[in-house]
């Protein structure tokens, strides 16, 4: 049988095809023009970025023949000292001067009291403060050592500035005194600081460096809040890391502390670190000989089983978990074995007298390197 050809439905397709390819064409074109919009529109924001920050980069003023004292304060940060640049008129931009040095790898900045102009340029501002190029020569530096205590740092404070070095401890533990820093380090002094079982607030955030000052008597406030600055400073390197082992800054400063006291040179932090971990996880008590002394309020070469008794909630042979607070102030090699514990599955380690350490998993192990290293028992 013949089969009938449908003319119409021929042409009816055609029509269709005809019409989609019309469509297809309007598509392309309205493709071509966007993307051409998007194009120049990267073209002239990359552009104007570009020549942005080619301005920044230039100095404020060109022809100025203005001077300014700046002063750049120990522990300053990147951002701090860009921000107080913009803020003196030294520069346009503090974000542009950030990213300028992160990208040059610049750094190794040097506190002082600079005289600076805004017809400086940023290569220039940043080879001055690189260079210490200051203003004046620092009146004097006072060096804190690592694994000090509070009342030490007081007598080294109170030394350089011919003060009595109970009234400057009395300060260092003034209620206001304290309030007021908190105010001005939120971040890093917390109500922590003043909980009741806490012997100084400050112990531990007074951080281990060398200051200078360009006064000869700066007050305590001055003296202090170059430490905090520093201490935050360096805290801020370990933000995120505190932050996954959930651990609040007076805690990594208290575990911290812990580590640097019973640390020889011989040590190795790290694992230290990792007995005082496991032993928290435990559910044991840390039993570190250095906060009894601190409870005692004493040093001693040598600690007895009578020490051991003392009552005290920084008396880690009687309380379990950390102390209240810090027991000295630590370094950064100490705050770094805090946040990095080596994995080990130890659980004491004991001091020879050489200064080496040896650790070991059991009490039995433990007991049988202090009767070979240790003749005269506690």
Not at 109 to 134: C, H, Q, W
Not at 188 to 214: D, R, V
Not at 226 to 245: G, N, R
Not at 317 to 329: A, D, Q, R, V
């Amino acid at each position: 049988m013949a089969t009938e050809d449908k003319g119409p439905n021929k042409e009816a397709i055609r029509k269709k095809l005809l019409e989609h390819q019309s469509e297809a064409k309007i598509v392309r074109r309205i493709v071509l023009i966007v993307s051409i919009i998007i194009i120049l529109l990267i073209v002239v924001i990359g552009g104007g970025g570009y020549l942005y920050i080619q301005s920044a980069l230039k100095p404020v003023d060109p022809k100025s023949k203005i001077s300014k004292k700046v002063d750049i304060p120990i522990g300053s940060s990147v951002t701090g000292i860009a921000e107080r640049l913009e803020s003196n008129g030294i520069i346009k931009n503090a974000k542009v001067f950030k990213y300028y040095v992160k990208l040059k790898n610049e750094g190794g900045f040097m506190a002082g009291n600079y005289e600076l102009s805004p017809s400086m340029d940023i290569p220039e501002i940043v080879g001055r403060l690189k260079t210490g190029k200051v203003l004046q020569q620092a009146a004097f530096k006072i060096t804190i050592p690592e694994g000090k205590q509070l009342k030490e740092i007081a007598h080294i404070m109170a030394k350089e500035v011919h003060k009595q070095d109970q009234d400057v401890f009395n300060q260092l533990n003034d209620k206001n005194f304290v309030k007021g820093l908190m105010a001005k380090y939120p971040t890093l002094l917390t109500n922590e600081i003043l909980n009741y079982n806490i012997k100084y607030p400050l112990e531990g955030y007074l951080y281990p460096a060398t200051y200078s000052f360009y006064k000869k008597n700066p007050s305590v406030d001055e003296m202090v809040t170059a430490m905090l600055d520093k201490t935050k400073t360096v805290l801020s390197q370990y933000t995120t890391e505190s932050e996954k082992k959930k651990l609040s800054v007076h805690q990594l400063l208290t575990m911290a502390s812990l580590i640097e006291e019973e640390a020889t040179e011989k040590a190795d932090r790290k694992k230290i670190s990792s007995v005082f971990y496991n032993r928290l996880k435990k559910g044991m008590p840390l039993q570190t000989d250095p906060t009894v002394l601190y409870a005692q309020g004493k040093h001693k070469k040598k600690v007895y089983y009578a020490d051991l008794e003392v009552s005290s909630p920084y008396n880690t042979y009687k309380n379990t978990g950390l102390p209240p607070g810090p027991i000295s102030n630590a370094g950064k090699i100490s705050i770094e074995a805090a946040l990095r514990p080596e994995k080990t599955d130890y659980y004491y380690f004991l001091a020879t007298a050489d200064g080496s350490v040896i650790f070991t998993k059991t009490l039995a192990e433990h007991n049988q390197e202090k009767a070979k290293h240790i003749s005269n028992k506690k």
